[in-house]
């Protein structure tokens, strides 16, 4: 029996086995995919914007290098200051020029290796991802597709064909189209879609009759990118088209025609799919000793390129609570805090999809709405602030302090003597960073010495703290001023790592 089966090998199932098995727990995930590799997750099709949150998940886990050099990345931001975006994204198709991110506007900023955002494929977060899971003892098996679980107090159990899975816990990382979302009784409330959305990867015979870039018309929106033949295109139909198809050639180029008003020909299909903007979510992330992770969790379109990046966030959020909870000494209530942190997060990216849906209508109104965006996002504030909500920096989990630092992701405190917390951070364990004179916290955190590292000495910025105590999942537990208090830090360490071992 393991102590975690988790269901989905994509890479929010990837990351939390390799979560779990850098606190050295036994993990099997199983994939009813027979092979890794998929047009679909190469490029151009399996492109992906990493946003600087998620960026930082790899550098803290020493996984930043090998990720860039699998994307093709070859040229390092300079860690000596912050490092400006390289992209900025959209809103609702309408783009944002990374030149007017206001970086010294965003919160508690510093110098960091990880950089503002990365441009990759899927191919690639996976290869890497899946290369650190088998150096961590994961076991992947491919080719299994779960069609029961069940479960007790104990135990739970996931059947595969003949076969049976038992573990501790499973988790569901396996898409937009869970099967364990399903068995497992997890309710999923939202709203239907508005509009059929449409990738494709085709041969285009008068390419000229389509502007590159995103266009809003009339009818609706296409999209041509840098990628030869790569089309995307949006129509209003309510998500009338039959998704259980692919689209036909012929249908695909009678949409392009209506939202580009063009008699645009499309000779060849290679590869084309569909999508819609109905936007769900679970009530609540676990049922009993089932939890779910990422699109399993939460479905909405693609506006904003948010859903591998909430995945992400939600398997570094649960990993390091459900290890701390199969080695028992997890404090009560931990695993209950993913839901808690993550589920808002999830609603507002729901939101954040919906309100680009409903400013991308072709009727007046929402025309209306787009020049009064595009006036904001044309100023330095607008753009900083979509960017801001869009790279993860302004989340915060309400952890009930109201220091403006705890509960928002550590920025990359670094030592006069060049340690970086996102060097301190690469085994996985939570940090005390202690800057005061006399080492005032050194003694107190020794009683969590295997759960958290400690290290203590004057920083090059402290943003005026003395002390800062970062969970393993990089947010901040808890920050004391100059002098810090000991016993405030000890209630803060019992509340998040359990009781001291000595």
């Given at each position: ?395 915060r989990y309400d952890l009930g302090s109201d220091q403006p630092l705890v509960g928002r992701n550590t920025p990359d405190l670094r030592l006069e003597d060049g340690t970086r917390l996102g060097d301190l951070m690469q085994d996985g364990r939570g940090v005390a960073l202690d800057f005061s004179i006399d080492r005032r916290l050194h003694a107190s955190a020794m009683g969590w010495g295997t759960r958290m590292r400690y290290a203590a000495g004057p920083a090059r910025n402290d943003l ?39």
């Amino acid at each position: 029996m393991h102590d975690v089966v988790i269901v989905g090998a994509g890479p929010v199932g990837l990351f939390l086995a390799c979560e779990l098995g850098l606190a050295g727990c036994s993990v099997l995930v199983l994939e009813r995919e027979p092979e890794p590799r998929s047009p679909w997750k190469a490029e151009p099709l399996g492109m992906r914007g990493l946003s600087a949150t998620s960026v930082e998940a790899f550098y803290r886990r020493g996984m930043l290098h090998p990720l860039l050099k699998a994307s093709g990345v070859d040229d390092y931001p300079d860690a000596e200051e912050p490092a400006p975006p390289r992209g900025a994204g959209h809103f609702a198709g309408m783009m944002l020029d990374p030149a007017k991110v206001d970086v010294a506007a965003l919160p508690f900023r510093l110098p960091s290796p990880a950089m503002e955002g990365v441009m990759t494929n899927l191919e690639a977060v996976e290869s890497v991802l899946s290369e650190r899971a088998s150096m961590l003892g994961v076991e992947v098996r491919r080719g299994v597709t779960v069609s029961a679980i069940a479960q007790d107090d104990e135990i739970v159990v996931a059947r595969a064909g003949e076969h049976e899975y038992a573990a501790r816990w499973l988790v569901g990382c396996d898409g937009g189209r869970s099967a364990v979302r399903g068995l497992a009784g997890f309710d999923f409330v939202g709203t239907e879609p508005q509009f059929t959305g449409y990738i494709a990867l085709a041969t285009i015979a008068d390419p000229e009759k389509l502007r590159p870039g995103f266009n809003l018309t009339p009818t609706g929106m296409y999209l041509r990118t840098p990628a030869e033949g790569y089309i995307g295109m949006l129509e209003f139909d309510g998500g009338s088209f039959d998704r259980s198809q692919r689209p036909a050639r012929e249908h695909l180029q009678a949409v392009l025609r209506r939202v580009s008003g063009t008699d645009v020909t499309l000779s060849d299909v290679r590869l084309a799919s569909s999508f819609t903007d109905r936007a769900m979510q679970t009530t609540t992330y676990r049922q009993g000793r089932v939890l779910l992770a990422g699109d399993a969790a939460h479905i909405h379109s693609p506006l904003g390129a948010q859903g591998l990046n909430l995945g992400l966030g939600d398997a570094m959020n649960l990993g390091w609570k459900l290890a701390a909870t199969v080695h028992g000494y997890a404090p009560d209530g931990l695993v209950d805090t993913y839901t808690r942190e993550r589920r808002p997060i999830g609603a507002w990216v729901l939101d954040w999809t919906r309100a680009q849906a409903a400013a991308m209508r072709p009727d007046p109104h929402a025309q209306a709405i787009q020049a009064v965006i595009r006036d904001l996002i044309g100023t330095r504030d607008g753009t900083t602030y979509v960017y801001d909500k869009t790279s993860g920096s302004s989340i915060r989990y309400d952890l009930g302090s109201d220091q403006p630092l705890v509960g928002r992701n550590t920025p990359d405190l670094r030592l006069e003597d060049g340690t970086r917390l996102g060097d301190l951070m690469q085994d996985g364990r939570g940090v005390a960073l202690d800057f005061s004179i006399d080492r005032r916290l050194h003694a107190s955190a020794m009683g969590w010495g295997t759960r958290m590292r400690y290290a203590a000495g004057p920083a090059r910025n402290d943003l005026g703290l003395g002390a800062v105590l970062v969970r393993p999942d990089g947010i901040v537990a808890w920050a004391g001023d100059r002098e810090p208090d000991r016993e405030a830090f000890e209630r803060a360490a019992g509340h998040w790592f359990g009781r001291p071992e000595i």
